[in-house]
């Protein structure tokens, strides 16, 4: 389902009307694989649609639109539409989030899973969680992925999200297929 940024734009537009979860791992040339793999598992139950940018990360996501790299200009496009952002512990994406009020869900890459040469994204997390910003949740493993996205939805919609699944999924399914149409009209390209 791999995918070019391009793919999730109209006439170059990230679209809006869409509930979108931006994942994203940085650029650290270690992979992040733990979280793509997790995020890849849960989204049938996220009732959000979730692009990752997944760097230099050698899992490749099956069930989410997904690309290695954008430029600044366009992540931070994709930070402002988001209703939420996963990401590894890099300052410049909490800043980013900070700065236009984005929540942000951050698991820390770790020195353990060789992730980072060190844990100070581990550092990092535990002060931002000590810090009582409203807008930054913190996880440290990924099996608490998806109980936390789901609270911070819940919070930020102030309504259950079960009911918006099964929508969500029927949703993505015509966009794939609608995809996949224009595809084989255009020769695959």
């Given at each position: 389902m791999g995918t070019s940024p391009q793919r999730v734009w109209l006439?170059?537009?990230i679209c809006w009307w869409i509930d979108m979860i931006f994942v994203t791992v940085g650029n650290d040339y270690r992979n992040f694989d733990r979280l793509l793999k997790k995020m890849d598992e849960i989204a049938p139950h996220i009732p959000s649609e979730i692009v990752i940018?997944?760097?230099?990360?050698?899992y490749l996501p099956k069930k989410i639109k997904h690309f290695d790299f954008v430029s600044m200009n366009k992540?931070?496009?994709?930070?402002?539409?988001?209703?939420?952002?996963?990401?590894?512990?890099?300052i410049g994406t909490i800043i980013l989030c900070k700065k236009y009020g984005i929540p942000i869900l951050i698991l820390p890459r770790r020195k353990v899973y060789g992730e980072?040469?060190?844990d100070h994204q581990l550092e990092i997390a535990k002060a931002l969680e000590n810090g009582g910003d409203e807008n930054i949740?913190?996880?440290?493993?990924?099996?608490q992925l998806e109980e936390n996205i789901l609270?911070?939805?819940?919070?930020?919609?102030?309504?259950?999200?079960?009911?918006n699944v099964g929508k969500m999924n029927l949703i993505?399914?015509?966009?794939?297929?609608?995809?996949?149409?224009?595809?084989?009209?255009?020769?695959?390209?």
């Amino acid at each position: 389902m791999g995918t070019s940024p391009q793919r999730v734009w109209l006439q170059g537009k990230i679209c809006w009307w869409i509930d979108m979860i931006f994942v994203t791992v940085g650029n650290d040339y270690r992979n992040f694989d733990r979280l793509l793999k997790k995020m890849d598992e849960i989204a049938p139950h996220i009732p959000s649609e979730i692009v990752i940018q997944r760097g230099y990360s050698r899992y490749l996501p099956k069930k989410i639109k997904h690309f290695d790299f954008v430029s600044m200009n366009k992540a931070v496009e994709y930070i402002q539409k988001s209703q939420l952002v996963v990401s590894h512990a890099g300052i410049g994406t909490i800043i980013l989030c900070k700065k236009y009020g984005i929540p942000i869900l951050i698991l820390p890459r770790r020195k353990v899973y060789g992730e980072h040469m060190n844990d100070h994204q581990l550092e990092i997390a535990k002060a931002l969680e000590n810090g009582g910003d409203e807008n930054i949740y913190v996880v440290y493993e990924e099996d608490q992925l998806e109980e936390n996205i789901l609270k911070v939805l819940k919070k930020a919609t102030g309504y259950p999200l079960i009911e918006n699944v099964g929508k969500m999924n029927l949703i993505r399914t015509i966009r794939e297929f609608i995809e996949r149409v224009q595809g084989d009209r255009s020769g695959g390209k």
